[in-house]
């Protein structure tokens, strides 16, 4: 490279030193001419300047043969020039000097970086500008002459993250990185470093895991299709048969978030029958006994019915169905299932499609449109919520606790899922299920129905066991057990057992959750 750049500079050395000797001689060859146009240095500068740009004035010609031969020489030259320039123009264009250079005058804007140009990362980058109009659009590799063109403005630069975040210069908010293709983290060449950048990466993965080092997020498809299927269409107390046909990915994380969740009332009892292969789920969360009635309708409590043979001979349980969730990872198959149980049986609940595709007339989830959104993958409310959530509970206990920074991945998410309860919460204190999205005004209303109620005893503690059977779910999913004093390493606490057998401080540990509405209702204002 040095090399290179010293036979760069020889080569402008040796032009300018030919520029100037020809000056020279056509300075010297026509001053000496009484007849002559060009008198100084300074009008031939002038006319080998208008020569060269092939602009042609005619006010100053050479009138000696020296002169006309430096004059030759010029004309000559203007055309490579020429060629050179559009050469330059284009080449800059068609490289990475332009984007480059656009991105030097938007530094003050905020960066979002896409490794890929596929469908998903076209579907987040079209809601993140929708929601952020002082969003610049980055693609790490050039449009295909077959891709449609965003609709969103956008640049493509093929060139290294680091070389593009250097024209960042610390400008402004920091620049946040995605890699949309599953596990990509691992494969990219793209992602190789992205711990040193100065910026926040959210990579799409398979294993569930949150977080990897400070600036490393993960997020997983799955659960966002979950979480959304959720909070759209979340629970109502009517409904005690839900049923899940398909059980792969999107199932589990689907039966996941319900687990995690779904929890509107002390006493309920909703049975899940779930249609296809568990055998690993129950292997890996075998303690769901403990808190589920498995295999087996209970009146007291919820239960998980997993079915070894098919949905197609279930005829009964699907009739008395209040919902039916068809959730296959295979999309095509899916749908497949939905029109046999509208052509062949009895249905008297709602169906649910899981489709990346919007369907007029049938009730859907799971589109890219839904799913690929920040609030799904950067999670910005909802972790605010939840380092809110941890806050108010370390002020609620006389015990040391960690704070946000320093909680492990398992403990974030347990106050990432009590953030997710909020809209249950609301719902329940609203009486009302129409609710399906968090907003100043519902939130606040319910904050002053829980004020009110908590005056109460009984209402008190009724809204504290609520919160105690959403704990003991999360950890009991999570293989955490009861211990007489709390040790991560092998998954005990003292809290996971009935409630009446909790403290009258482990009670009140339960209020952090209800009293964060007040905070949160002044956040979305």
Known sequence: ??????????????????????????????????????KTFGDAFWYSLVTLTTV??????????????????????????????????????????????ILSLQRHKNWYYFADHEVESKTLADNIYKEDPDALIIYGEKRSSQSEIPDHPCL????????????????????KVFLMKENDIGVNSRAVNLHELPVEVYARTTNGQDKLSGNIHFFHSYECCARQYWR??????????????????YGSSILERAILTNILSVDQHVAYHIFGDAKRFLAIHDHLGELFSLDVESATRDSLLFHEEGWEGAHRILERADRLIICEDDEQKGWSIFWTLNKFYRIRGRIDLRSSRRAPGISYFGVNEEIYTSQQIIRTDLNKAAITINELFRKSVSYPTRSWDDLDDLHRQSKIV????????????????????LSASSVKKAYDVYCKARE??????????????????????????????????VRQHPMLCPYEELTPEQRQERDAAWELMGNISIALE
Not at 12 to 33: F, H, K, R, W
Not at 421 to 429: A, P, V
Not at 472 to 482: E, K, P, Q, S, V
């Open 1 to 38: 490279m040095k090399g290179r750049k010293n036979i760069y500079l020889y080569l402008v050395m040796t032009i300018g030193a030919v520029y100037i000797v020809l000056l020279t001689i056509l300075y010297l060859s026509e001053s000496a001419d009484h007849d002559a146009m060009i």
């Open 56 to 101: 042609g004035y005619g006010d100053l010609i050479p009138v000696t043969p020296l002169g006309h031969v430096v004059g030759m020489v010029f004309l000559l030259l203007s055309a490579g020039i020429t060629v050179t320039l559009i050469g330059a123009l284009l080449s800059f264009i068609a490289s990475e000097g332009l984007p480059f250079f």
């Open 156 to 175: 493509y630069v093929s060139a290294s993250l680091e070389k593009i975040i250097a024209k960042k210069k610390d400008t402004g908010a920091t620049c």
């Open 232 to 249: 759209s269409k979340p629970l109502c107390r009517h409904e005690e048969t839900i049923v899940l046909i398909g059980f792969g990915d």
């Open 418 to 437: 009590a953030a997710d309860h909020l809209l249950m919460k609301t719902r329940i204190l609203l009486e009302d299920e129409t609710i399906t999205e």
């Open 456 to 489: 109460s005893e009984e209402a008190r503690e009724m809204y504290r066991k609520l919160d105690h059977m959403r704990s003991l779910r999360f950890y009991t999913y999570y293989n955490w057990h009861y211990g007489t004093f709390r040790d991560d390493t």
